[in-house]
Each structure stands twice: as structure tokens, then as C-alpha cells.
């Protein structure tokens, strides 16, 4: 079973440079969750979307765009990306929202460097 | 502002049982969530508690006070394998989750 998968895995930009990630899941889940996990910090929602076709901002959007067009998969666009911006992401999805205590499925994580 | 604590790093040995604290300051409260998550891997869901008191799960075991803003999680009969970081995440008011910065727990022979 492939859960959630992201691509890419590793990937290295410079100042400046766009990039998109992907997130596909095969669980036929309407909730779908981008996050970053940095050292020493849990892990913060980006954005997030509750069906195909929406999107919502999460606690840290700025610099990030997303798009779900459909119902399996999620993008995360760096438009312009920052050092700052050098972090691990994970996406999510779950069945039933966060709010009836949606167990939460992750892929396993897209390693970004912006030098 | 909202808070989530949980101790750095632990050390314990294989067979032993230990306990991972976590505390929690949030604007209302829905519900408390563990996770383990492995070195360069996903987060896996452990357990969820919403009600006061103990739910185990085989070795695993989540505890919750909401009066104290207290949670644990209890790991008994520890195996090499249960080497992870343990995430535990609190749903406020709003039902956002609030994520600790994870307890890092180190399994010697």
C-alpha cells in the first residue's frame, strides 16, 4: 500500500528559485495537510484542504502557495524560495477531520535546502 | 499563547518501562494526540485521549489529566525498535493542532 507519497525527496534551491512539491494519496481521503518540521520546534501547518478544489491557510502560509485540483493529490509552491524556507515538509491526510479525531497519515517528508 | 512541553531527549533500557511527559497551555481544549516518529521517517499515530484517564494500547499506554494540562505516554517492555521521537500534539478550541517539539528516546541494551 503506498499511503502518501511525496516527491520530490531531497532537493536543493538558491535564493530565488521556485520549486513544487508534490503529494499524492491513495486513500481516497478528503483532508489533506502540508507541514514543516524544524529543529527543536513541532511540526506547523502550512496549508491545508478539506475537499478537491479548496484550500485553506494554515499557522505559517506566507511564502507558500497550494493547490488541489484533485481529490488524491496536494502541491505545495515555493514561488520564490528563502533560506528561511529550509526545512523538512510532510504531508498529511486523514479521513475524517482533525476535529473528530482524524487520525492523521503521513508521507515521509521532503528534505528542502534554499542556500 | 499556546504551549506545548515535553522533555528534550530520555534515556532507557531495553526491557525497562519509561514515561514521557507532556504539558500542555492551549485556548480550550479537543483532545490530545501521540505520535512516534523515526529518525527520517513519517509520524505515526500512537494514541488519542480526549476523556480523563488511561487508554492502553499493548506496550503503549496515553494517560490524561485535563484539569492538570498533563498527558503521558507509557512505554513498557522496551524494545531497540521503540528508539524514536514521540510527538505529542494538543487540539485547541478552534480544533488546530498544536504541535510539541517531539521527546527524542534513546533504547540501550
Known amino acids: 500500500n503506498a499511503g502518501v507519497t511525496q516527491t520530490p525527496k531531497f532537493r536543493v534551491l538558491k535564493t530565488g528559485q521556485s520549486m513544487t512539491l508534490l503529494c499524492a494519496q491513495d486513500m481516497n481521503h478528503e483532508y489533506m495537510y502540508w507541514y514543516r518540521q524544524d529543529p527543536g520546534m513541532g511540526l506547523r501547518l502550512i496549508h491545508y484542504?478539506?475537499?478537491?478544489?479548496?484550500?485553506a491557510k494554515g499557522e505559517v502560509p506566507d511564502g507558500y502557495n497550494v493547490s488541489r485540483l484533485k481529490k488524491q493529490n496536494f502541491l505545495l509552491g515555493l514561488e520564490s524560495a528563502a533560506p528561511s524556507q529550509t526545512s523538512v515538509y510532510f504531508c498529511?491526510?486523514?479521513?475524517?477531520?482533525?476535529?473528530?479525531?482524524?487520525?492523521?497519515?503521513f508521507g515521509e517528508g521532503s528534505r528542502l535546502t534554499v542556500l | 499563547g499556546q504551549n506545548i512541553d515535553q522533555p528534550t531527549e530520555m534515556t532507557a533500557t531495553e526491557g525497562a518501562i519509561v514515561q514521557i511527559n507532556c504539558t500542555y497551555q492551549t485556548s480550550g481544549f479537543n483532545g490530545l494526540f501521540w505520535y512516534q516518529q523515526h529518525a527520517g521517517e513519517a509520524p505515526t499515530f500512537l494514541s488519542y485521549?480526549?476523556l480523563d484517564g488511561l487508554e492502553e494500547k499493548g506496550r503503549f499506554s496515553s494517560f490524561l489529566s485535563r484539569s492538570k494540562g498533563y498527558s503521558y505516554l507509557l512505554l513498557k517492555e522496551l524494545q531497540m525498535k521503540d528508539s524514536a521521537s514521540y510527538l505529542c500534539a494538543c487540539m485547541d478550541s478552534n480544533y488546530q493542532l498544536i504541535w510539541g517539539a517531539g521527546t527524542k528516546l534513546i533504547i540501550k541494551p
Open positions: 498529511a491526510s486523514s479521513y475524517t477531520p482533525i476535529d473528530s479525531a482524524g487520525e492523521l497519515f
Open positions: 484542504s478539506v475537499g478537491e478544489g479548496t484550500t
Open positions: 485521549n480526549v
